[in-house]
């Protein structure tokens, strides 16, 4: 309805469609797109030019083609052993679950009254306000390794464990609480940006909807819902790409190491960090940010494909 | 309009409609749901909460306790008591954040503003390009550029500058990308009309455009205070000068550089520092985000 309304809009405003241009407009984008190339463009193109040499930051960097790119993929025994399969297990954990349990929570919310929903809504949302990784001193002493830890003494206490088992050391256990860890705090601004998309959809199209024989709470969520709010999902989506592929420091925060004992928690992001601030090669960790953004790109442009409108 | 009783003869799961005024026997299988996971949402929250306040014995008890038994301001004041490496008291580094925060939120809000106005309501070359570049820098993670960045920002010679902390926060493509949505949904004829009447842009921008995106300012400012006052990034990478330093990155030092015992509680003090603004913050603009959403006439 909204959007052959606005369809309608446009139609009307074509005849006039060829107006003046209004040159004050520059003034408007001027600070926006100035900050915008020295902080995110310029570095970008830096990071393109930057994975075609070698640099160890002392000497120039030198121009080696292709290499650093050929190296990641057929060289890196750390890359494609455990980064790529730890960073694809985060990533498909973390992302799609992650959103999807937002998108629940945002909807079982709103079948709720405002006071109750309201205060619920702010609980869950309100991990997403800590800080990651200083709040890692804090699971630090949740997953303690000895029986000082609040969840071995809780394990032991009932039963499950005889001995305190060191979480956050061990490769098995390490992903599966980085995973936790991250799930908790990522109700955020996507979980609230869909939470107010589905109390703002029309009530008439429900209305509509039982009288067209939609059946139950499930077809009216697939059926209205979720068509109603795409941009508001699509939002969510990119916010939930963002943050998974971006914020992957929690593995060596909690682990206290870079690399993560035995790999279990590196993710690509650790990887960069490693080349680049440890072993000082420049040039192979600009590589890997370049796979890093073109990854994440390709994951958007999914989610584009799949919530965008027609303008995009 | 909205029906707050279900009308008889009608499915039961027509009684819960979306925003329901009152409550009905049916929510209960919701709140089924929603509490248990609310209680493990809140778990680490109350467990920050306790151990900021336990003293020294009750932090290293065994078996370890969750809630507090004697509260202690001990562990705020033991954290206030400590100095940074040069001398410096904590307060300087509250006060840093606190400074490029507001900075941050002021002046980002500003111009991602003006610049959503600009692309979405006026007319000029460059502006489709524009869109479609900010459009692409959704998807840009900024971690992945770090190394580039220090070099651009060195060139500049901006390293060791107070404003490193609240330039590369300015830009933000989906704040950028969010008013612009929102500024979209604002129908053409009310700024023609207003064109009509006299009003130049920086009268539309100001008296008409703003106070109907409130909701997306409100949701850029929680977006970007999360952003600067959690972040520890500006200040380990691109500032030397340990006065200019701010109290994320501080909070970071306290337990690899104090030793670990008297590290934990303090940690956890800051901890609740670092947090309660933002919960605070949150809870006023919430109302903002979420009802203004539901009730502006913008859609």
Known sequence: MKSALGLLASRLAAPKKVRDSHPIAYLFVFPYVLMFLIFIVVPVIAAILLSFTYFDTVRLPSWVGFENFITIFTNDVEFMQYVIPNTLKYAVIVGPGGYILSFLLAWLLAQLTPKVRTVLALIIYSPSLTAGVTMAVLWKVIFAGDETGYLNMFLMNIGVLNEPIAWLTSAKYLMPIMIGVTLWSSMGVGFLAMMAGILNVNQDLYEAGYIDGIRNKFQEMIYITIPTIKPQMLFGAVMAIVGTFGASGIGVALSGSNPTPQYAGQLIVNHIEYYGFTKYEMGYAAALSVVLLLVVYAVSRFAFRLFGSKDE | ?299
């Open chain 2, 1 to 299: 309009m909205k029906t707050t009783m279900p009308k008889r003869g009608k499915s039961k799961f027509q009684a819960t409609k979306i925003n329901p005024k009152r409550f009905h026997p049916v929510q209960i299988r919701y709140l089924a749901i929603l509490l248990p996971v609310a209680l493990v949402m809140l778990l680490p929250l109350i467990f920050i909460f306790n151990h900021a306040f336990k003293p020294f014995e009750e932090l290293f008890a065994y078996p370890p306790t969750f809630f507090v038994k004697n509260a202690t301001l001990a562990n705020f004041r033991n954290l206030f008591a400590l100095t940074g490496a040069s001398g410096i008291p904590m307060s300087r580094y509250l006060f840093n954040s606190l400074v490029v925060t507001v900075l941050v939120i002021f002046i980002s809000v500003i111009i991602s503003t003006m610049a959503g106005y600009a692309l979405s309501k006026l007319h000029f070359k460059g502006k489709k390009t524009i869109n479609e570049i900010n459009t692409i820098a959704l998807m840009f993670v900024g971690v992945a550029v770090t190394i580039p960045r220090y070099l651009v920002i060195e060139k500049l010679g901006l390293i060791d500058q107070f404003f490193i902390h609240v330039l590369p926060y300015l830009a933000v493509p989906v704040g950028l990308f969010l008013v612009k949505q929102f500024i979209d949904q604002i129908p053409n004829e009310l700024i023609d009309a207003a064109r009509v009447d006299g009003a130049n842009d920086f009268q539309i921008y100001g008296q008409i455009i703003l106070p109907l995106i409130k909701p997306a300012i409100a949701t850029i400012m929680i977006l970007s205070f999360q952003t600067v006052w959690n972040s520890s990034d500006t200040s380990s990478t691109y500032i030397n000068s340990d006065s200019l330093k701010t109290f994320a990155f501080y909070m970071g030092t306290l337990t690899t550089n104090t030793n670990a015992v008297a590290g934990q509680g303090m940690a956890a003090a800051a901890s609740l520092i670092m947090f309660v603004p933002n919960l605070v913050i949150f809870i006023v603009m919430q109302s903002k985000v979420i009802d203004t959403m539901a009730h502006s006439g913008i859609k």
